[in-house]
């Protein structure tokens, strides 16, 4: 199944679950009607505000905000699994990263609870697509820095209730950008540089950047569908 130029068209929330609904490239062998068949794990189903040669995949996701459980930093290191790419590196990996997720916690609290989130999220749907361990765990981390270069901003305008400024906006939208320069002294971070840096563009290039389509790296894509959904379900500003 080619995912690369999957769009995420709607989330719904109901019920503790949420049920994100990605639409995809014209599938050539014949779709069910309505919800039927099981594709690599994922519920494949036309609707009618689609082309009928257009797939869309039911993904869900138990909302732990809901539940009254969040993620912590211990239930994601632990639950690492390094791909062959990284065990060399994974005293000093899991150094860095605890590090610099203390570092966000420091500096904003609720981003830091966000960016656990957004990385327990993400790799949840990374193994629903049924990536190997090789694409997983670049995306479980760059889920988890993908805000780092929020570290740069105010705390004061990350929390700020009310709408921000055009100047106060325009500096939220720096922070992939400062992500990735943050992060591009550490090696291991190579690959999963794109991701960060583009993880608010969107298929139709109405992103941050203007980046649509192809230009957008799948990691990137499951990245900004995990993080629109703990925005939708949390009560950050």
Same mark, same amino acid.
């Given at each position: 199944?080619?995912?690369? *130029?999957?769009?995420?068209?709607?989330?719904?929330?109901?019920?503790?679950?949420?049920?994100?609904?990605?639409?995809?490239?014209?599938?050539?062998?014949?779709?069910?009607?309505?919800?039927?068949?099981?594709? !690599?794990?994922?519920?494949?189903?036309?609707?009618? /505000? %689609?082309?009928? +040669?257009?797939?869309?995949?039911?993904?869900?996701?138990?909302?732990?905000?809901?539940?009254?459980? !969040?993620?912590?930093?211990? &239930?994601?290191?632990?639950?690492?699994?390094?791909?062959?790419?990284?065990?060399?590196?994974?005293?000093?990996?899991?150094? &860095?990263?605890?590090?610099?997720? =203390?570092?966000?916690?420091?500096?904003?609290?609720?981003?830091? !609870?966000?960016?656990?989130?957004?990385?327990?999220?993400? +790799?949840? %749907?990374? *193994?629903?697509?049924? %990536?190997?361990?090789?694409?997983?765990?670049?995306?479980?981390?760059?889920?988890?820095?993908?805000?780092?270069?929020? +570290?740069?901003?105010?705390?004061?305008?990350?929390?700020?209730?009310?709408?921000?400024?055009?100047?106060?906006?325009?500096?939220?939208?720096?922070?992939?950008? =400062?992500?990735?320069?943050?992060?591009?002294?550490?090696? /291991?971070?190579? &690959?999963?540089?794109?991701?960060?840096?583009?993880?608010?563009?969107?298929?139709?290039?109405?992103?941050?950047?203007?980046?649509?389509?192809?230009?957008?790296?799948?990691?990137?894509?499951?990245?900004?569908?995990?993080?629109?959904?703990?925005?939708?379900?949390?009560?950050?500003?």
């Amino acid at each position: 199944m080619v995912l690369q *130029n999957i769009l995420c068209h709607s989330i719904y929330v109901n019920n503790n679950m949420v049920y994100i609904l990605l639409c995809m490239p014209p599938i050539k062998a014949n779709l069910p009607k309505g919800r039927g068949a099981k594709l !690599q794990g994922l519920q494949l189903t036309t609707k009618p /505000w %689609l082309p009928v +040669t257009e797939g869309v995949l039911f993904l869900s996701l138990r909302n732990n905000r809901c539940s009254n459980q !969040q993620t912590n930093i211990r &239930d994601i290191l632990e639950g690492l699994v390094l791909s062959k790419s990284y065990v060399s590196l994974k005293e000093e990996l899991m150094c &860095d990263i605890f590090k610099l997720t =203390e570092m966000l916690k420091s500096h904003d609290r609720p981003t830091y !609870q966000h960016s656990l989130n957004v990385s327990s999220y993400s +790799t949840r %749907l990374a *193994n629903e697509f049924g %990536l190997s361990e090789d694409g997983v765990t670049p995306i479980t981390i760059a889920a988890l820095l993908h805000d780092i270069g929020k +570290t740069k901003i105010p705390s004061s305008i990350l929390n700020k209730p009310g709408r921000l400024s055009h100047e106060e906006w325009e500096l939220i939208k720096e922070h992939p950008r =400062e992500g990735v320069a943050f992060l591009a002294k550490y090696p /291991w971070s190579y &690959d999963m540089i794109s991701m960060i840096g583009h993880h608010h563009e969107k298929v139709d290039g109405s992103g941050y950047y203007g980046l649509s389509g192809g230009e957008i790296c799948l990691g990137a894509k499951i990245i900004c569908i995990a993080d629109a959904f703990d925005a939708m379900v949390s009560s950050r500003p």
